[in-house]
Every structure is written in C-alpha cells, then in structure tokens.
C-alpha cells in the first residue's frame, strides 16, 4: 500500500488562551509528559505517515524546536511556516504547502490541539482512513457521535440513509432539531489533492479558509466518506476543554506517559 505524507496544523491564534497562547502555543500544552502536538505526531507516524510537515504561525520558535528534538531521535517530522498570503484559516496550511501535496497521490491532515485517545492501536484511525480512500474515495473525514444539544457548536456531517458511509454535506453549527445523526467533524482527513482547487476564503467562514466548507463541496461533486472513530476525542482548544483532555487522558493512562 503506498505510504502518505501527513500535515499537521499548529498555526491558530488561539485567542482563547491569550495570554498564556502569546508565549507559548496551545498545541504544546501536556497531556502526560507529551505536548498535545507531540500525540498528534506519533498518531500521524504510527498510522505509516512517510513524513510528518508540521505548519506553525509565523514567529512561532517553541514548535520547531519541540520538533527538532524528535527529528534528532529519528522522527521523519518537519516544520514549515504558514504562508498567510493564501489567507487565514484552518485550509491555509495545505495551500502554504501546495506544491508538495499536489504531488502526492493521497495526505492526511490532523489538527495539532486534537488528540485522539483510546484508539485501538496509535493511529489506529488514520490508518482506516487511508485504506479507505486508497481503494477509489476522494476523501475521508473522521467524525464522532455527540450529545445533540451541542451540534450548534461543531460541524455537523449530514449522510446518506441509504448509504450512512457517504457524506452529502458539512454544516457549520445547525439547530439540534434539524440533525437526524450528531456526527461532529473530527479534525482526521485524508485527501487527495483535489482538494486544493476549492481552498478559498468564504463569506460561510467570515473571509476564511475553511478546510470543512471546501471538503462540504467536494462532497457535492464526488464521493466523500465518513470514518466513525473509534477512541475518545479531546482537544486542548480552550482552558474548559483542556481541563477535560487532562481527565480524559489521566483515566486512560494512570500509569503515567503512553508514550514513555
């Protein structure tokens, strides 16, 4: 099976944490002994990622040198800086690195503050994801069963009852009551770089690039397919959430680092 490069974004502002986020990025708060992005590293290398391109906001020193250090233990992981000349968004790193994923026949793409926990094996999902669209998909996005009272703050993924793998579209926070199955967005791609083409600020993202809304329309135009994850999302987005992601993780792992 052909191997993928994987992008992982760490390039948010993350005004929620200001001003801890001013000094040091969101993406290298701890779970364990391990900065939220170290996980997503290691999901991304233990799913058979050739290489790991990590994006960073522009000035940002503490992740290239955090990703320095794995590269120094023999990690295939990189740093690149976000080009924001294509704009602002979560879509802007895959158009910072355009030229190199135009060149690949499929890549994957997982947020830097969205851990996966729990799963079967590291990088259990992605690996799913790739078997998947290696056999004709276009894409593949991860997505997870939530309460739903709180679809009006995710991305909704809306499928086919006669087919409940396919994805129809992506809706950006809709009323609860006008959602037939609470499958929130999970921030677990795999792409083909098709998807370059409909990267573009949006008036539905307030001017910005969103990767959701570009993956929503290539869903209208081909076969897009939904994978359930298995294992528990947490994210370390916002101080709330966090506090969540560190009890989430110290019950998975009470003997201390998965990964020492």
């Not at 009551?177 to 792409?191: H, I, K």
């Not at 573009?200 to 910005?208: F, K, N, S, Y």
């Amino acid at each position: 099976m052909n191997t993928f490069p994987a992008v992982v974004t760490a390039a948010g502002a993350a005004t929620r944490f200001h001003p801890f986020a001013r000094t040091v990025p969101k993406e290298m708060l701890p779970l364990g002994q391990t900065p939220a992005v170290g996980h997503v590293i290691w999901e991304c290398l233990q799913a058979g990622a050739s290489e790991v391109i990590v994006v960073t906001r522009p000035g940002d020193d503490i992740i290239p040198a955090h990703v320095r250090g794995l590269r120094d233990t023999g990690a295939s992981v990189s740093c690149v800086e976000e080009d924001l000349a294509h704009g602002y968004g979560n879509g802007t790193p895959l158009l910072t690195l355009r030229d190199r994923l135009s060149a690949c026949e499929t890549f994957a793409v997982a947020f830097g503050d969205d851990v996966l926990l729990g799963e079967p094996s590291p990088g259990a999902n992605l690996a799913a994801m790739h078997r998947r669209i290696s056999s004709g998909i276009q894409a593949v996005i991860a997505a997870q069963e939530i309460a739903r009272s709180r679809t009006r703050s995710f991305g909704i993924i809306d499928t086919d009852p006669e087919h409940p793998q396919r994805v129809v579209s992506i809706r950006q926070r809709p009323e609860p009551d006008t959602v037939s199955e609470p499958l929130a967005v999970v921030s677990r791609l795999m792409l083909r770089p098709s998807i370059m083409d409909l990267l573009a600020p949006t008036d539905l993202a307030h001017g910005e690039v969103d990767l959701g809304i570009a993956t929503s329309h290539l869903a209208a135009e081909t076969p897009v397919d939904v994978h359930r994850i298995n294992g528990q999302w947490v994210t370390v987005g916002d101080p709330p959430h966090y506090a969540e992601a560190m009890n989430t993780y110290h019950r998975l792992h009470p003997a201390g680092d998965e990964h020492s």
